[in-house]
Each structure stands twice: as C-alpha cells, then as structure tokens.
C-alpha cells in the first residue's frame, strides 16, 4: 500500500468524523477523572478547570483544521491532474451548466476558436457562434437533457485561423449521484483528415467500379481457393 493510498484511507470523511467523535468521547469520560489525581488546592487544578473546555475546543478544532486541509489538498491535486489531462487532450472538451452557460472550456477549445477561457465562461453557446451553428448545437443539447442520453453527430465548423473543419462531437450528461443534472459534457475530435481520405477511398472506388463495369474484356476476381 503507498503513502498516497494510506494518506487516503486516513484523511477520508468518515474516519475524519469518527475521529472527532472518538475525540469527544474521550474528553466526556476522562477529563473529571484527570483531575481527581490533581491537589484540589494547586494552581493546576484550577488551571484545568478553568480553560480545560477551551483546551477541548482548541485540540479539536486543530484536528478538524487538518483533516480538512488534508482533504482539500487531495482533491485540489486530483483536479489539478485531471485539468493537466484536460488540457493536454488533442481533442475539445467543454462544460456547460444546466442553463446552458459554458463553466469549463480546455485549451484545445481556445486554440480552435481564439478565445481565451475568462471570456467564455458564463456565456451560451449562442453567445459565441453564429445562429445556424448555436440552434443546431441547442437541439442537441436539449436531446441529451431530455432523454439522459448520450449525442454524436458530425459538423463543419471554421476555426480561427479561417480553416474549414469536420468535426466527430460527443455529447453526454454529468449527473451528480443523486441524478440531478449537474450539466452537459461535450468531446469534440477533429476528423477532418479521416473524412478527406475516406471521401477519396469512395471516389477511387467509384472510379475503378466505372472502369471495370466498361471494360470490354471478361475480368473475374478469385481467392486462393
């Protein structure tokens, strides 16, 4: 088991809450008990009795202050991964809430379109395309609201550079465990290269189909056997 697995186990929240109420038990059922091995009349005793409830209060809230940071720091760095894959993906990815209003675009996304996050977060996907693109993209997207499926579909969009570009784009629904719609996903891989060589395999297809079914000469085809 590796130190991150163990930090993990540790650190998760239930531990974390049986922690402070183990914590809490203890102080109910020994702190009268240590005093009575304390003189009634020292200056400790009255030391514990006064600030022993702000000790209490002081010790547990320094472990709930670590466990959370522990907590935090975890998923902090388990963001912080998955935003570095995110963003090194050759493929757009983008995030939009339920209302349609972009929360996470990577930097494939920026690169495509020329626009830098901080301005396309908030905004709709009608606020960034043209008409015909944004409601094309709309019905899709209330498809996969209406329906919690998942959506494919391929369109011709112009990146920034004026290219012209097919794309494969995926989209699917983010649930939250409940069900509740968290928002809609969307994976957006460039096929533009695949559609060009695919277009001239049917064309030479085509050609040589022409050929041969005009040929005046008998030509038959046999396998091996």
Partial sequence: MNRQTIFRRIFSPGVVSLGYVGVCCCWILFSDRLLAFVPADSGLFALMQTFGDWFFVVATGVFIFVSMRKIVGRAENELARLRAVIDHSPASVAMTDPQGRFVMVNKEFERRYGVNSQAVLGKTVEELFPEPISENVADRVRQVLETGGVSKMDMSLSFADGTEHTLEITRFPILEPSGE?????????????????????????SLLR????????IIALKDLD
Avoid at 210 to 217: G, Q, R, V
């Fill in 181 to 205: 719609h968290l928002g809609i996903g969307s994976i957006s891989i460039d096929v533009t290269e695949r559609t060009r060589v695919e277009s001239e395999l049917r064309e030479s297809e």
């Fill in 210 to 217: 022409a050929i041969i079914d005009n040929c005046p000469l």
